[in-house]
């Protein structure tokens, strides 16, 4: 695997690490890191030969030990004639020139680890990237802003965020684990390497504190130690202007380690600093969130995420209902489907039952050969974004037969022309830790968008089913509608992405809220203009 070296900013004597950046996806797609799992037995079962062997041939040298150990008590304590014996100086000899020799220069020790390394290496190409880990620490980031959780109550394995000043349970998994200091570290690390301070500063602080703990005890596995934890902690501290309490902890670095030059320069600064400025006039107000390019409307996206579709107030509306709907499609008179209209503007409906649970897991089965990265729009090109964490995958109608069936399906409830290339193939998403898609419209917004490149016009609809249910998180917030929609195993929901005059519908402003616990999977239709001028026709009114 290659990495590139890249340097962190510098400011004057403080000084960052240097950071490999490496390219993952394993992160994006909770089918691969499910499949980590399998990957960590095998390398559990390298690990376990390797432990048999060093345990045999540890035995071995305690066996040479005992016996070399016996003879001087029993034999060379004894009477001086026992050397007069030419066995017992030959035994003594040969032990001195070759046993020793293939004690001490063994290659069974080398052999045995050389094998553990072979095994690893075996499994390697199945591992994650350090894009991955970073990307898994930024995925727990993202949990902690969106659902306002408490950094103390993640690294217990709970699931908490303050309400008058106390901590409550938003979610009660039925598994879960603390974190360690050295995990802590890492995603304290990941927002440092960033320049995010007001992240690194929080997930460092419970570094350091695990680290104290365990009396600054260093385990193998470890990346990150006590000292790592207090400077990095220490730099971000000053950064965020509390320049005495980053005094403080280099000071507290240097009983660790008196001798770092850096440090020492470090201490010095801050001294000055403390000197020539009081405190508070140097502090810059405390943390504060790093900046994020939906700013304009975090507010209320965070909001509706962390009511997880609760709304009374929304659903009080009386012009709201639920009703066996058949569209007047006489293949559904004898099995109409359960429809439960969500909004009026923009028009979103939710389709109960509309998928079977066989037809899910089978549709999850056709997409997983072909999962990739996610990818937005940037102008005329594709690529991936932090702000969309997914893998997806298309099905093609004709490469199988239950994606036909669920174009008709949706042509019959919709009464609209699905079919390639009015309607666009099926699209399959899983999202990963974290996994989320930022507030966006589906429909394209500029002229040089690719969508336009398929020459059907824009995307009249959206059509988007849930193949798989959650533990808590993952909604659909309609930011400008103000109502978010909690993920509905089997069911569907429709709106319509353009105006009939053509234009788009700024109202269908929508977002994946990150998956907070669970494993979410959902299927796309997007339906096109062309194909649709008689299922769906222009008003009278160009305003409409």
Same mark, same amino acid.
């Given at each position: ?219 193998? %596995?470890? !990346?990150?130690?006590?000292?790592? +934890?207090?400077?990095? *902690?220490?730099? &971000?501290?000053?950064? =965020? @202007? ?116 066989? %037809?899910? !897991?089978?549709?999850?089965?056709? +997409?997983?050969?072909? *999962?990739?990265? &996610?990818?937005?729009? =940037? @102008? ?128 269908? *402003? ?35």
């Amino acid at each position: 695997m290659k990495c590139l070296r890249c340097f962190v900013f510098t400011w004057g004597l403080l000084t960052a690490a240097v950071v490999p950046v490496c390219v993952g996806e394993m992160y994006t797609s909770l089918l691969n890191v499910k499949q980590g799992i399998n990957v960590e037995r095998k390398l559990i079962n390298h690990l376990g030969t390797y432990i048999d062997r060093e345990v045999e041939r540890l035995e071995d040298i305690k066996r040479f030990y005992a016996k070399v150990l016996d003879l001087h008590n029993e034999i060379y304590n004894g009477p001086a004639t026992a050397l007069a014996n030419p066995l017992v100086a030959f035994t003594l000899i040969k032990r001195l020139q070759s046993e020793w020799l293939n004690v001490v220069y063994s290659d069974e020790a080398l052999e045995n680890a050389q094998a553990l390394r072979s095994g690893y290496e075996e499994e390697e190409a199945g591992l994650p990237k350090l894009e991955d880990l970073q990307g898994a620490a930024k995925g727990l980031m993202r949990l902690q802003d969106v659902y306002a959780l408490q950094v103390g109550s993640l690294v217990r394995g709970r699931f908490q965020r303050a309400a008058n000043g106390s901590p409550i349970d938003i979610y009660m998994p039925s598994v879960s684990t603390p974190l360690s200091g050295d995990d802590c570290f890492l995603v304290g690390k990941v927002a440092y390497e960033q320049e995010d301070y007001y992240h690194s500063v929080q997930w460092l602080e419970e570094s350091v504190r695990l680290f104290r703990g365990k009396g600054g005890e260093w385990s193998p %596995e470890n !990346e990150g130690t006590l000292e790592d +934890a207090l400077d990095h *902690l220490a730099f &971000s501290h000053f950064k =965020t @202007g509390n320049v005495s309490y980053a005094l403080s902890l280099s000071q507290e670095l240097l009983h660790h380690d008196p001798m770092n030059g850096r440090v020492l320069q470090n201490v010095e600064k801050y001294e000055k600093l403390l000197v020539e400025s009081p405190p508070l006039a140097i502090s810059d107000g405390g943390l504060r969130r790093p900046n994020s390019t939906y700013l304009r409307t975090r507010n209320t996206y965070e909001r509706l995420c962390q009511t997880q579709g609760s709304q009374p107030m929304h659903y009080e509306n009386p012009r709201l209902f639920c009703d066996y709907f058949t569209n007047g499609n006489p293949a559904l008179l004898l099995q109409p489907i359960r429809r439960e209209l969500l909004s009026l503007q923009p028009y979103v409906v939710l389709y109960h039952n509309f998928i079977t649970h066989t %037809e899910a !897991e089978d549709i999850k089965l056709f +997409a997983q050969p072909g *999962l990739r990265r &996610s990818v937005v729009a =940037t @102008g005329e090109k594709q690529a991936t974004a932090d702000y969309r964490i997914s893998k997806s995958a298309w099905l093609k109608g004709l490469a199988h037969s239950i994606t036909g069936q669920l174009d008709q399906r949706i042509s019959m409830l919709t009464g609209l022309n699905v079919q390639p290339p009015y309607g666009e193939y099926l699209q399959v998403v899983n999202y990963g830790i974290g996994g989320h898609y930022e507030p966006h419209f589906d429909h394209a917004t500029a002229p040089s968008s690719p969508l336009f490149k398929l020459n059907t016009g824009n995307r009249v609809a959206t059509f988007m089913i849930y193949l798989s249910s959650v533990e808590a998180g993952g909604s659909t917030a309609f930011i400008y509608a103000n109502f978010s929609v909690p993920v509905v195993e089997n069911a569907a929901i429709f709106w319509w992405n353009l105006h009939r005059n053509g234009q788009g519908d700024g109202d269908t *402003l929508h977002a994946g809220c990150p998956v907070l616990v669970g494993d979410k999977w959902v299927a796309n239709k997007w339906i096109h203009e062309y194909g649709q001028e008689f299922q769906r026709r222009c008003s009278l009114n160009p305003e409409d």
